[in-house]
């Protein structure tokens, strides 16, 4: 089918872009601690991209037949013709690239994983709630510069949350299935949900607060908006003129990982950025357009219109979690948080709500748990305070992060703490 589209649009326009993406995805649901439905569903979308001049259009649309294909892309090239100049594009990847070899579980739908959950959840003997999915993403792509390429990938995210004194969230991601521990899993959620019977009160004001990967994944999704070059050229990133610059503390590395796949959406091969090096903001995030108008390297991030990242890594540090811990006279233990939302994209500011159990810490120990309070805190002030990263990242996902993170825990100081209502 992609060969159908080409015919049709090779030589009536500058630039172009076919991708046909077909992804499988596997759904397990868990509630009161039984498994209730497995689901599967099936996507089959092309999606393309057309350039005449500075004239643009970028669509897509679920396959059906071969029919429907010809008639959306001719209706696509007509389109473009009466579309607005795009200002800002300039211009697709261009070169001859050397790709990775395809990375994924060849397991994927083989395993047993209802029989391993169910069996779980019985030996936990605990309220339970979640979610297990499984997926393929077969893709290929061709474009107008002589990129043809195939890949195929692979996921696995599973999302645990126990009720014990206190609720408690776990997740985790990954490529390949082996890496999913959901025994492990079950018995840490347990544990965190019953650590503790004390619910307490503290004041509003500012704390050090330790961030548990959850809770850092919403927050660190949301951070990484800000690296986008499309958002440096519109003036709304709280990083615009700061390459180069100081932007977080000198423990902190944070990299953009995508080796997980093998090409961007213009087809240019993927790779690992760093991002922030020990504090120093290194780069953006590119597509070609946006490459070249700031005149910096590609980067592997396009989105033809909106380069993003793929997936978010904290580099390791040298504390462990317990250490973290005792060090702290008074502070916080935030294991998850959601509605993270920015009240300055310029200024960086952002809110976000604790969710699940917030533990308060006293003297180096847990004293109790925290309900009803509010993160209010800015992306630079949040880096720049990081005074402590645990030495074991992990791999996580659910419903607020919009992408991967793979991290440690991070005590951060001075954080404000307030109260929802």
């Not at 692979?154 to 025994?183: C, M, P, V, W």
């Not at 993160?375 to 990081?386: E, G, H, Q, T």
């Not at 005074?387 to 991967?404: C, G, L, R, T």
Request: glycine share 6%.
């Amino acid at each position: 089918m992609i060969d159908e589209a080409e015919k049709i649009v090779k030589n009536r326009v500058d630039d172009w872009i076919i991708k046909v993406e077909k992804e499988r995805v596997k759904q397990i649901k868990i509630a009161n601690s039984k498994i209730v439905i497995t689901q599967i569903w099936n996507y089959n979308t092309l999606s393309i991209f057309l350039a005449k001049g500075k004239k643009t259009l970028l669509s897509s649309m679920a396959i059906s037949s071969s029919r429907e294909i010809k008639r959306f892309v001719s209706e696509c090239l007509k389109k473009v013709d009466s579309a607005e100049e795009n200002a800002n594009y300039e211009g697709i990847a261009e070169g001859k690239f050397k790709y990775r070899s395809e990375s994924y579980d060849k397991n994927v739908f083989l395993y047993d994983w209802s029989e391993r959950i169910i069996k779980t959840l019985d030996d936990l003997k605990q309220k339970s709630a979640g979610v297990f999915w499984e997926g393929k993403v077969e893709r290929e792509i061709i474009t107008s510069k002589g990129v043809r390429q195939k890949d195929t990938n692979t996921y696995f995210n599973f999302s645990l949350r126990t009720f014990g004194k206190t609720s408690f969230h776990l997740a985790q991601y990954s490529s390949f299935g082996k890496d999913i521990e959901i025994e492990n899993m079950a018995e840490k959620a347990k544990e965190y949900s019953n650590l503790t019977e004390n619910q307490t009160k503290i004041r509003e004001g500012r704390y050090p607060v330790i961030f548990m990967p959850l809770a850092l994944s919403g927050i660190l999704s949301y951070a990484s908006v800000g690296f986008s070059a499309f958002e440096v050229l519109a003036g709304n990133s709280y990083l615009v003129d700061k390459v180069e610059k100081v932007v977080g503390s000198k423990i902190l590395t944070i990299m953009d990982d995508g080796t997980f796949r093998k090409f961007d959406e213009e087809g240019r091969p993927t790779q690992k950025n760093v991002l922030i090096e020990r504090g120093i903001l290194k780069s953006y995030l590119h597509n070609t357009s946006t490459s070249k108008k700031l005149n910096q390297k590609p980067t592997g991030n396009a989105g033809i219109v909106y380069p993003h990242p793929w997936k978010i890594e904290v580099k390791k540090g040298d504390y462990s979690f317990e250490e973290m811990v005792r060090e702290m006279k008074e502070g916080l233990i935030i294991t998850n948080s959601w509605y993270t939302r920015y009240t300055s994209f310029v200024e960086g500011t952002f809110s976000s709500l604790p969710r699940d159990a917030t533990f308060y810490v006293k003297n180096g120990k847990i004293e109790g748990f925290v309900k009803n309070l509010r993160i209010n805190s800015n992306f630079l002030d949040f880096f720049r305070k990081v005074k402590a990263i645990e030495k074991k990242q992990y791999e996580v996902k659910w419903w607020e992060s919009f992408i991967p993170l793979k991290s440690p825990s991070m005590l951060v100081d001075d954080v404000l703490i307030t109260k929802p209502f």
